[in-house]
């Protein structure tokens, strides 16, 4: 992984995290307990702290951007990024879901158990209430989430970070910065996790 100080910032890992070695972080970047960061992701708080909440998970290509000192990012608890998902500083609750593409802009606030759908962009400064699904450019709430739907994210954002913790176990001698995604996609072929 690339780690860059930047006005005397560092990025600071948790020692149970997951961080790719084809993952960029610059500056004030703190990465909580059981995240997993996916190759190709730039992480860059050179203007504003950027953190990153327990059980979270960035997939593949994901970029998280501080533009100005008013544009810190806050990835709440269990949230999942997919693969090509922008942020450009905006605040995100628990259990929240960014599908593919999207592309979320700054002084935004996502509630908790939000869904946005595959390539939709939310718009500067836009407050979205909590369970919604929202989809479109701009965004546009189709539906609430149930309770249990919200559940149901929190499981899936909790069984992607254990993917690398049941890894380690099988694989007790392998330091977590070697274990490369052709490795990990074999394991998943072979094993039931």
């Known amino acids: 992984m690339v780690l860059i100080e930047y006005n005397d910032k560092k990025p600071e890992i948790s020692k149970n995290a997951y961080v790719s070695p084809q993952a960029t972080l610059i500056g004030d970047v703190k990465v909580n307990d059981n995240v997993i960061i996916w190759p190709g992701s730039i992480i860059r708080a050179e203007n504003a702290k950027i953190n990153i909440g327990e059980y979270s998970t960035i997939f593949n290509g994901v970029i998280l951007l501080t533009r100005s000192p008013k544009s810190s990012i ?3 608890r269990y949230c999942i990024l997919e693969t090509g998902v922008t942020i450009l500083g905006s605040f995100l609750e628990d259990y929240v879901q960014i599908m593919e593409g999207g ?28 369970r919604a699904v929202m989809r479109g450019i701009p965004v546009e709430m189709i539906r609430e989430q149930t309770r249990n739907d919200v559940l149901e994210q929190k499981e899936r954002a909790h069984h992607y970070s254990q993917l690398f913790v049941k890894i380690k176990n099988h694989l007790p001698n392998a330091q977590e910065y070697l274990i490369t995604l052709p490795d990990f996609v074999k394991f998943l072929m072979k094993k039931e996790l």
């Open 74 to 76: 806050h990835i709440g």
């Open 103 to 130: 592309i979320i802009f700054e002084e935004t606030s996502i509630g908790e158990g939000c869904v946005i759908l595959n390539n939709s962009q939310v718009p500067p400064g836009l407050v979205i209430q909590a």
